[in-house]
């Protein structure tokens, strides 16, 4: 196997003998051949497009199969396999029905033929630029699914991405166009004007469905009563999960990027919506045993339950060999196992931090965002989120939110929170210093803050006094990046170490075209960007 999509890839190249996540090599060819596979079906729906033909169930099934391919998301070598057979037969109907050559064979005999053929992310081309071209765009379109995976779970859906997303996966060395290295950066560009798209879908499917988050304070205690854990990022089996128990003593906790779903009015209105129990991904091998109550991992990020497997249940894209996966809406299974296991004996108050710092508030907020600023109230905004990581190197966000100055404000978005989530920074006038804006999903709601004051100012985004201080795990915060660039931001802090997909020529080019940087240490990068 060879797979360094992820920003923990052993020794920062590639791991080769079991991933650092734990999938075996058996799961990492399983993914390796989705992702052949997929590339067939993109092939069927650009030239069904071309023919007036359009499969919403095609579309569906690219972003939940990439999906399933993205770090800490499917770990089932089984369930995999019966994807691939899903994705051929897929590709076959849509080219049946578009009156186009298919190939006359069975979806297993397509399935077990690439399972010997599909190559690993280091075979793509044996140009070292290309490769890394194409590893960009392909890790940039998983983050991609998983946005669009969860829109179309609302509703929200859009056929000329799944259009546009499927010509990217089409590109490849050997597809008859001569490409220049300035040819495969656009093409990677391309990749985050659609995650643009995806994500907008997503805000308009969360908020359409929920409302629009309001500032709201989470309770990091519990109450007496069983209890049921949900992790992950999906709001709608979220939302099932709380009509599952209304009415009876079983309090629902959210856990790592759910926290910011307490903001959600229609979410927020249950009564057994209790509040928030542990941190970010990496340590639910540490937390979540403590946890009295059964664990559903909605999405990403699910590491090895070896040791309290028999209360983790799954759903959607996420899966775990022996667990119990929830396919089709019917909870009980949860709520059974919720009443089996002991839940809080008693009352704890515990602290509170504050969430819900969403797309409308924040647009709310901009004329007197833009009147403190210039009355010098606010000298700076900082923007410093992303994932959250295993590695020593990451207390550096720690410690940068620690230095930046009392008058500035710092939003902040997806699980990277949690290096500084439960700090009391204070408040600049009516302002909290640090503003939640939610999920790594809810990246949507940052760019158009960003876009509305520079055109309010009358300025680009370059312009503002903005700075941009992220830290990457998977193949979402690529996506964003690839967003990010598409928009024209430039200088970006990245850390705490540069993707391994990235080649030295392609870093070259975004050092120089965008002023892409590595973090260094706090003091240095804080000098750097306020002088």
């Known amino acids: 196997m060879f797979c360094n999509q992820c920003e923990q890839t052993m020794n920062g190249t590639g791991c080769t003998f079991g991933g650092i996540c734990g999938k075996t090599e058996a799961v990492a060819h399983m993914q390796d051949v989705l992702v052949a596979a997929v590339r067939k079906l993109a092939a069927a729906i650009v030239a069904a497009d071309a023919k007036g033909v359009s499969d919403e169930a095609a579309d569906d099934l690219v972003w939940s199969a990439l999906f399933s391919t993205l770090t800490n998301v499917d770990f089932d070598s089984e369930r995999l396999k019966e994807m691939i057979v899903r994705v051929f037969e897929k590709a076959e109907d849509l080219n049946t029905r578009a009156g186009l050559p298919a190939s006359g064979r069975t979806a297993a005999s397509l399935a077990n033929e690439t399972l010997l053929t599909a190559p690993s992310p280091d075979k793509f081309a044996e ?173 990403n990020c699910i590491q090895n339950p070896m040791m309290y497997q028999d209360k983790v249940f799954t759903s959607g894209v996420v899966q775990w060999p022996g667990c119990v996966h929830i396919s089709n809406g019917d909870w009980s299974p949860v709520v059974k196992k919720a009443l089996e296991m002991p839940g809080y004996a008693e009352d704890s108050e515990g602290r509170t931090v504050t969430v819900g710092f969403g797309r409308k508030t924040l647009l709310d907020a901009v004329p007197a965002i833009l009147d403190a600023v210039k009355s010098g109230a606010v000298k700076h905004v900082f923007l410093v989120g992303g994932c959250d990581g295993i590695k020593e190197e990451r207390r550096y966000y720690t410690e940068i939110v620690e230095k930046i100055p009392q008058d500035c404000l710092i939003l902040t978005l997806g699980c990277g929170k949690y290096k500084f989530f439960d700090k009391d920074l204070g408040n600049i006038g009516p302002f909290p210093r640090l503003l939640d804006v939610g999920q790594c999903n809810d990246a949507y709601a940052a760019v158009v803050l960003a876009l509305k004051l520079a055109e309010t100012l009358g300025c680009t985004v370059n312009d503002l006094p903005l700075s941009l201080v992220l830290s990457w795990y998977e193949q979402k915060a690529a996506a964003i990046l690839l967003s990010l660039l598409a928009l024209g931001v430039k200088n970006v802090r990245l ?37």
């Open 127 to 299: 140009n070292e630029d290309v490769r890394s071209a194409l590893q960009i765009i392909l890790f940039g379109l998983k983050g991609v699914a998983a946005y669009a995976y969860h829109a179309a779970e609302l509703g929200c859906r859009d056929h000329s991405i799944a259009v546009r997303a499927s010509k990217l996966l089409c590109a490849s060395e050997t597809d008859g166009v001569t490409r220049s290295l300035e040819d495969w950066l656009a093409l990677a560009l391309e990749c985050g004007n659609i995650n643009v798209r995806a994500m907008q879908l997503l805000d308009e499917g969360n908020t359409k469905t929920y409302g629009d988050p309001v500032p709201t304070q989470v309770s990091l205690g519990h109450r007496k009563g069983h209890a049921i854990l949900v992790s992950g990022h999906d709001l709608k089996d979220l939302y099932e999960i709380l009509e599952a128990v209304e009415g009876t003593d079983i309090f629902v906790y959210t856990h790592g990027e759910m926290i910011p779903t307490h903001a959600y009015p229609k979410l927020k209105a249950f009564r057994n919506f209790a509040g928030h129990f542990g941190t970010a991904w990496q340590n639910q091998i540490m937390e979540l045993p403590a946890f009295p109550g059964p664990v559903v991992f909605t999405t």
């Open 495 to 531: 850390g705490p170490s540069l993707p391994a997909f990235i080649s030295p020529t392609i870093l070259s080019v975004l050092v120089e075209k965008f002023g892409i940087k590595k973090v260094t240490t706090p003091d240095e990068d804080l000098k750097a960007i306020l002088g």
